[in-house]
């Protein structure tokens, strides 16, 4: 095969696994695969051409002056991608590595944006590869203004005044010697420190420029100056976390926050660090924590909680709308943490989220509700909350009972009616927790009055009587003791699951009283029955111990 | 000769076409396909030209190329081999290909296998010349240059001096759309600096000699590469590797970028400051943080840039400007650029002082300051890096001859090389001499035992430096 088609061969294999280096990450399998292949293709053809080096024009790239790529395409150019950036000559050795070659096409697979203040030359030059040079034309960047023979010209011509060389000579003879000057040859240590201190400074660049900015702010003579810092401290919150250095994040706002208490320091000033406590809070940097949160590469739930204790109130509405976009349940767990920690700041802020049309959110919020504990909100959930999602109701539920909302008597017996068995018997449950007189009413009558009771889920009415005798009273005991002795023309079936569920509360309720009538059960043909019997017979007997 | 739009390509593309057959043919051989399609056109190329011009030359004069006595243009993308073609002639002492008549394929073939012959021989023109007597058509001739080094070195430091003016250039750029708050690119101060990192490795004293010249009118723009460069050295000596050595060069260059906010009249001021004007002076440490951290979105090379454009004039015991509240030790690579901007301030002329302080006098004062306001671990290295009698130094030697100093010792820190301007009879004169350089009894042939200050005469550095 002829020298130059073995080296186009060389050019496309190179730029089909650019495609596949820019489409898939490097942990992806085929990723790896068309590395592999690329390398086992060029040893291959290595083999045959020796080192290739190509010349690099515009549109094509030569090799021995032959085109072996062209291509006038505007954007997707192999050779304008080099030649652009002022490259003129690649050469490949023949005994270039898999590395080697997967770094390189790393490298020329970047974008714009990948590249920011690099370029190809610039990380070719970095990289170093053994075998894989580069000549480039400088000139591509040079500030063609003719400064070189200007300066050149004028340094020139201000010539030496020939009689005062002369002049220098005679001074010299009379001149005094020179008085030694006192040279310390560096040591081995001194390159130990060096290296110490470099790699120190690198760690701590970042609370460096810290103080260099605090040190600015507190110099700052007016408001524009104070402007001025609050606009690169905004820059340089935003940096931070982007980039994850949370630790460094933490001593802004902790210096922000000592600032703002210490009295020396005028309103003004202090206005000016409230700008950026605030901008740490908003929307679209509390947005770019999501990723590390969701991540949790660089992200615990301390640190995320100690940066929203310095935050303002306007962090709490960025806060929901992270939650509304996390895709870890882990991390949505810290975030309802970091809003339960913050959110009792501005009630209204998590009240307003209710709105929103994301049932998880709002399922979220109404827990961040229920953890903060606030009566208060607990109760507009009732009115607030118009979800239809069961799981949301089933929360707000939950919510009213954990926080014993008693206001909400006639919202849990209107949810006694749903029409999900999980919110009916959460509404039962949230019930007991109030244990009030009422709530209590509401349950027996819920049973009594209602003719369809009898056809419910054995495992709904087991959490009714359940429920029910958590009062421990004796109108509850007499209520259930009627069920073991009412008659029923329906279903068998269905009247041994209520004298079943009866019995179980009997138990639970702790009363020896109605021993003996459970006892007539216990030999019960139903097999439910005569468990629940038992079950119950046994937590008398204990009890009467 | 076919239709060409400018005559001149026509040149171009035979440089081009040898140029490209060489480099070819010095990985493979003549005999190679591509080697031997490449030689076919450069043949027709030739044969066309000569059948127009009768005899075509090519010569290589100062650097550049010339078709019968006319300079050769080309474009920039044809540079590299320009560039490259020009170094082959001269390392062969080679100055002109001259063909007198239409040549055949073997005739190139037999020159271009010569030409490579001959950069393994120590006589490579005679080997060449030698190789191609027989042929008929094509002869060649010996370099015209008076220059006394080698080649390479001298088409090497033309290459620094271009880079030095350019990087000179780049730095009035930056400062011009900084002050009109336009985007800066640091993508061409990185390659800029790459460059030097790598010059400084084959031609460090050349390129500080290039920091030593300090009469342009553009103080500004140059100091920014003086320091830059100057860091850069340091921080090599230092054992930083490329990577740091480049951060360090960006962070040095721009170090007094916040001068771009200072009023041109105090900038230019001819007399000595007022308190006022000096306490506004001070403020382009701080002026610089705000432009730095505003020029672009922040990543760690503006932090370290802000940082050090803070730290440049604090001193090693925080003592100083700009004040601050809270002492902190200096980043290193400020330690090593606050010595580079206070040596290049110190020995270059200002509007308000006109005369520099010598090389000399101002590493005195350098070493005066060690460990109160200068680092001293990075004093001992920069003092072994320019030596006890910098570039520029005036010096009178023990054999009565006086010559500034042109190059540094790696060797010795006090033994440079002088450019001899009055020699031992009291005569002018020009020739280099270096203080190295033994008698066969091991002891140095000549020393340094006085010294001058070369601005007090009038010297200007430039004459004997480039």
């Known amino acids: 095969m002829k020298q130059t088609h073995l080296i186009s061969d060389f050019l496309q294999a190179l730029i089909s696994a650019k495609k596949m280096v820019k489409l898939y990450q490097k942990n992806n399998p085929m990723y790896g695969k068309a590395i592999d292949n690329l390398y086992a293709k060029v040893?291959?053809?290595?083999?045959?051409?020796?080192?290739?080096?190509?010349?690099?024009?515009?549109?094509?790239?030569?090799?021995?002056?032959?085109?072996?790529?062209?291509?006038?395409?505007?954007?997707?150019?192999?050779?304008?991608?080099?030649?652009?950036?002022?490259?003129?000559?690649?050469?490949?050795?023949?005994?270039?590595?898999?590395?080697?070659?997967?770094?390189?096409?790393?490298?020329?697979?970047?974008?714009?944006?990948?590249?920011?203040?690099?370029?190809?030359?610039?990380?070719?030059?970095?990289?170093?590869?053994?075998?894989?040079?580069?000549?480039?034309?400088?000139?591509?960047?040079?500030?063609?203004?003719?400064?070189?023979?200007?300066?050149?010209?004028?340094?020139?011509?201000?010539?030496?005044?020939?009689?005062?060389?002369?002049?220098?000579?005679?001074?010299?003879?009379?001149?005094?010697?020179?008085?030694?000057?006192?040279?310390?040859?560096?040591?081995?240590?001194?390159?130990?420190?060096?290296?110490?201190?470099?790699?120190?400074?690198?760690?701590?660049?970042?609370?460096?420029?810290?103080?260099?900015?605090?040190?600015?702010?507190?110099?700052?003579?007016?408001?524009?100056e104070q402007q001025q810092m609050v606009s690169i401290m905004n820059a340089l919150v935003g940096y931070l976390v982007n980039n994850g250095h949370m630790e460094n994040l933490l001593d802004l706002l902790k210096k922000v926050r000592i600032s703002l208490e210490d009295e020396e320091i005028g309103d003004e000033i202090k206005e000016s660090l409230k700008e950026v406590v605030r901008h740490a809070g908003s929307p679209d940097v509390i947005k770019s924590l999501g990723s590390s949160i969701d991540d949790r590469a660089d992200m615990d739930e301390e640190t995320l909680n100690e940066y929203a204790g310095y935050l303002e109130t306007n962090a709490i509405g960025s806060f929901i709308e992270l939650l509304g976009e996390l895709k870890n349940y882990a991390s949505r767990k810290m975030v309802i943490q970091v809003l339960t920690n913050i959110g009792q700041k501005d009630m209204k802020a998590l009240l307003d989220g209710l709105s929103d049309r994301r049932w998880y959110l709002v399922r979220n919020l109404v827990l961040v509700i229920r953890q903060?504990?606030?009566?208060?909100?607990?109760?507009?959930?009732?009115?607030?909350?118009?979800?239809?999602?069961?799981?949301?109701?089933?929360?707000?539920?939950?919510?009213?009972?954990?926080?014993?909302?008693?206001?909400?008597?006639?919202?849990?017996?209107?949810?006694?009616?749903?029409?999900?068995?999980?919110?009916?018997?959460?509404?039962?449950?949230?019930?007991?927790?109030?244990?009030?007189?009422?709530?209590?009413?509401?349950?027996i009558q819920h049973i009594r009055g209602n003719r369809s009771f009898i056809s419910k889920h054995y495992d709904e009415k087991k959490v009714f009587f359940e429920v029910l005798s958590l009062w421990k009273e004796s109108d509850v005991a007499d209520f259930f003791s009627e069920f073991l002795k009412f008659r029923f023309y329906f279903s068998r079936r269905k009247l041994n699951e209520n004298m079943a569920c009866a019995a179980f509360g009997l138990g639970r309720i702790g009363n020896s009283e109605y021993l003996p009538l459970l006892k007539k059960y216990e030999r019960a043909s139903d097999s439910l029955l005569r468990e629940n019997v038992r079950i119950a017979i046994r937590s008398l007997g204990r009890e009467r111990a | 000769m076919p239709e060409k739009d400018d005559e001149q390509s026509f040149s171009t593309d035979i440089i081009n076409g040898l140029a490209i057959s060489l480099r070819t043919a010095e990985l493979h051989d003549s005999g190679n396909a591509a080697v031997i399609t490449q030689l076919e056109k450069v043949v027709s190329l030739v044969n066309e030209a000569v059948s127009v011009t009768g005899t075509f030359r090519i010569d290589l004069i100062g650097g550049f190329f010339f078709e019968n006595n006319a300079r050769i243009k080309y474009p920039l993308k044809h540079h590299i081999h320009f560039e490259y073609l020009g170094t082959k002639f001269k390392e062969r002492n080679l100055g002109a290909v001259i063909f007198r008549e239409e040549i055949v394929l073997e005739d190139l073939k037999t020159f271009i296998d010569a030409f490579i012959a001959a950069g393994q021989s120590d006589t490579p023109f005679e080997t060449l010349q030698d190789a191609v007597s027989a042929l008929a058509a094509l002869e060649v001739d010996t370099l015209k240059t008076g220059k006394q080094e080698r080649s390479g070195t001298a088409q090497l430091r033309r290459v620094i001096k271009k880079t030095y003016f350019n990087a000179v250039s780049l730095s009035k750029g930056v400062m011009d759309k900084m002050k009109s708050r336009e985007a800066v690119s640091v993508k061409k101060t990185r390659r800029m600096v790459q460059n030097l990192v790598d010059f400084l490795s084959e031609e460090e004293q050349f390129l500080l000699g290039m920091t030593a010249i300090k009469n342009y009118d553009e103080y500004t723009y140059h100091h920014s590469v003086n320091v830059s460069i100057l860091s850069l050295a340091l921080g090599q000596r230092l054992g930083l590797n490329k990577q740091e050595l480049t951060e360090l060069g960006i962070v040095a260059f721009f170090h007094d970028t916040g001068k771009v906010d200072l009023p041109s009249e105090l900038l230019n001021k001819t007399s000595q400051f007022t308190d006022d004007e000096f306490a506004m002076m001070k403020k382009h440490s701080t002026f610089g943080v705000k432009a730095l951290l505003n020029l672009k979105d922040l990543d760690p090379l503006v932090i370290r840039s802000a940082i050090s454009a803070f730290e440049h004039h604090l001193n090693f015991d925080c003592s100083g400007y700009p004040r601050v509240q809270m002492p902190f030790a200096l980043d290193i690579y400020s330690d090593i650029i606050s010595v580079a901007d206070r040596y290049d301030a110190m020995t270059s002329a200002r509007v308000y002082r006109k005369?520099?302080?010598?090389?000399?006098?101002?590493?005195?004062?350098l070493i005066r300051d060690r460990g109160s306001k200068i680092s001293p671990v990075v004093l001992n290295f920069f003092i072994m890096m320019v030596g006890v009698f910098p570039i520029g130094t005036l010096v009178f030697l023990d054999s009565r001859e006086l010559g500034l100093v042109c190059e540094g010792s790696n060797e010795y820190i006090d033994r440079p090389k002088v450019r001899i301007i009055v020699d031992g009879s009291g005569a002018k004169n020009n020739y280099l001499v270096d203080l190295s350089e033994k008698s066969p009894d091991g002891r140095f042939k000549k020393s340094v035992i006085k010294r001058l200050d070369p601005n007090q005469y009038d010297i200007n550095l430039a004459e004997y430096l480039m």
């Open chain 1, 43 to 224: 040893t291959d053809i290595f083999q045959q051409t020796g080192d290739i080096l190509l010349q690099i024009e515009p549109r094509a790239l030569l090799s021995g002056g032959e085109a072996v790529y062209s291509s006038q395409d505007q954007h997707d150019n192999f050779a304008f991608l080099f030649f652009k950036e002022g490259l003129r000559e690649l050469t490949f050795r023949k005994e270039v590595t898999k590395e080697e070659l997967d770094e390189f096409l790393n490298i020329v697979s970047r974008d714009e944006k990948e590249l920011l203040d690099h370029d190809i030359v610039s990380l070719l030059w970095d990289r170093n590869f053994v075998n894989i040079r580069h000549t480039v034309d400088e000139g591509v960047f040079a500030e063609d203004d003719g400064y070189e023979s200007k300066a050149v010209q004028q340094v020139l011509e201000q010539s030496t005044p020939q009689d005062q060389i002369m002049v220098a000579y005679r001074d010299a003879l009379t001149a005094e010697d020179i008085t030694p000057i006192e040279v310390i040859p560096p040591t081995e240590s001194d390159f130990e420190d060096v290296r110490i201190q470099l790699e120190r400074d690198t760690d701590i660049r970042l609370y460096k420029i810290i103080n260099i900015i605090f040190e600015l702010c507190w110099q700052a003579k007016d408001r524009d």
């Open chain 1, 372 to 443: 903060i504990g606030d009566t208060e909100a607990a109760y507009q959930l009732t009115a607030r909350v118009r979800h239809a999602d069961m799981r949301v109701r089933t929360e707000v539920i939950r919510t009213i009972g954990d926080l014993k909302i008693t206001q909400a008597l006639s919202f849990l017996e209107e949810s006694l009616e749903a029409e999900e068995q999980q919110v009916r018997v959460a509404a039962v449950r949230s019930l007991g927790q109030l244990r009030t007189e009422e709530a209590k009413q509401i349950l």
């Open chain 2, 355 to 365: 005369k520099a302080i010598p090389p000399d006098v101002a590493l005195g004062l």
